[in-house]
């Protein structure tokens, strides 16, 4: 069954500092990715995607996440964090006989220091 | 901007209730889910519906059921809550493929 690992519950950076999530997932052929962001409060906005091509993949707010398949990974990075990057990123992976479902990981809370 | 709305943001009930979460989205999307969200476990899906009066289970659909009557609305039941059910649940949208768009949440106590 598809599953995906985020393996950092927590993590705290400096306000300017880089940031790297890390993501790990389990998937038999070519893996559909996605990386969501929750505030607090609010409902989940779509980050950034990987479906074929490129390996690195732009998103929003400045995310960016590489999909390396030889390590099963998809790590989120940002070269300089802002406080109000600080919420909930979650992983997902699409699962499910025709791919419609998002299986997703436990989620890494991100806490910003200034 | 695509929207999705859920009914209620905070929902107190009583043990044994009959519990309604409705959920609209107004981009006439074909694919409807409902998750529920909890700490250190992530989103996982309870049932989902990809067309008017069609269902699917999810990966958690005990003591859930779904309707879905018309296109932009879908309802996630709760037939008798019970306290391990509460947890915020998350209902999202999607035209096709799976990127999903989701609404903000009914975070559900059950007492």
């Known amino acids: ?114 | 901007d695509v929207k999705v709305t859920q009914s209620s943001r905070y929902l107190v009930k009583r043990t044994g209730e009959k519990v309604f979460l409705e959920c609209v989205q107004d981009m006439d999307h074909e694919n409807m889910f409902w998750y529920r969200q909890d700490p250190g476990l992530g989103l996982r899906l309870i049932y989902f519906s990809y067309d008017v009066k069609m269902k699917e289970k999810g990966d958690i659909p005990e003591g859930y059921s779904v309707s879905r009557e018309k296109k932009e609305r879908f309802s996630l039941i709760l037939e008798s809550a019970s306290t391990n059910q509460t947890s915020m649940y998350l209902c999202a949208s999607s035209l096709s493929g799976i990127q999903g768009y989701f609404g903000p949440g009914t975070r559900l106590t059950v007492l």
């Open chain 1, 1 to 114: 069954a598809q599953s995906v690992t985020q393996p950092d519950i927590h993590i705290t950076v400096s306000e300017g500092a880089s940031l790297e999530l890390r993501c790990n997932y389990s998937y038999g052929a070519t893996p559909y990715l996605f990386w969501y962001v929750q505030s607090p409060g609010q409902g989940l906005q779509l980050l950034l995607k990987y479906f074929s091509g490129d390996t690195l993949v732009q998103g929003i707010k400045g995310f960016e996440a590489e999909f390396k398949r030889s390590q099963s990974s998809f790590n989120l990075r940002k070269p300089s964090v802002h406080w109000s990057d600080a919420a909930e990123y979650f992983c997902a992976v699409a699962a499910g006989e025709y791919g419609n479902k998002l299986v997703f990981g436990a989620g890494t809370i991100l806490r910003v220091k200034s």
